[in-house]
């Protein structure tokens, strides 16, 4: 997908989806024992559109490594980008961590609160791409599952602007 023009006044948030997925050169067996693939899905967090959808890992891949690995990091140079605790040390804003037996000052916990509010935006629209059939049950094979992806997120695109 393009990047915008004005990227650089953007907020963007990044999150993976775990993606069932039949073919097991792309998936790997999670926690309840069905295939999944680890998809990164950056999206813009003032309009919801999906800007990128990175490469699919195994769904046992740590969401950092994931990060680094699938190429996204690239794309998003010069933009500000929210992500959630599991993003530690990958040059995102994350949430603010409680030390051990110490709480959160509460300027830390009012960040946290608003964090909290525009990264729910990134979890709704992995959720409306999950609903599509296509991602549901992918019986695509080898970057035909990447395809299927971008083609959904093109999908969640329009039916947006529309």
Not at 133 to 139: A, H, Q
Request: with cysteine; net charge positive; aromatic share 4%.
């Amino acid at each position: 997908m393009t990047r915008p023009a004005d990227a650089a006044d953007r907020l963007w948030i990044v999150d993976c989806a775990l993606v069932p997925v039949r073919d097991r050169k792309v998936s790997s067996s999670s926690r309840n024992y069905r295939f999944s693939a680890n998809v990164q899905v950056i999206v813009d967090a003032d309009t919801r559109l999906v800007i990128a959808a990175a490469q699919p890992l195994p769904g046992t891949t740590a969401h950092a490594h994931a990060w680094r690995a699938s190429g996204p990091a690239a794309h998003c140079q010069g933009v500000t980008v929210l992500a959630d605790g599991a993003y530690l040390n990958c040059g995102m804003v994350t949430p603010h961590r409680k030390r051990p037996r110490r709480e959160l000052m509460p300027g830390e916990e009012a960040d946290n609160d608003a964090h909290r509010t525009v990264r729910a935006r990134v979890e709704h629209v992995i959720g409306r791409l999950k609903n599509y059939k296509n991602l549901r049950d992918c019986r695509q094979h080898g970057n035909g599952f990447h395809h299927a992806v971008q083609a959904v997120a093109q999908t969640h695109n329009h039916a947006l602007a529309a």
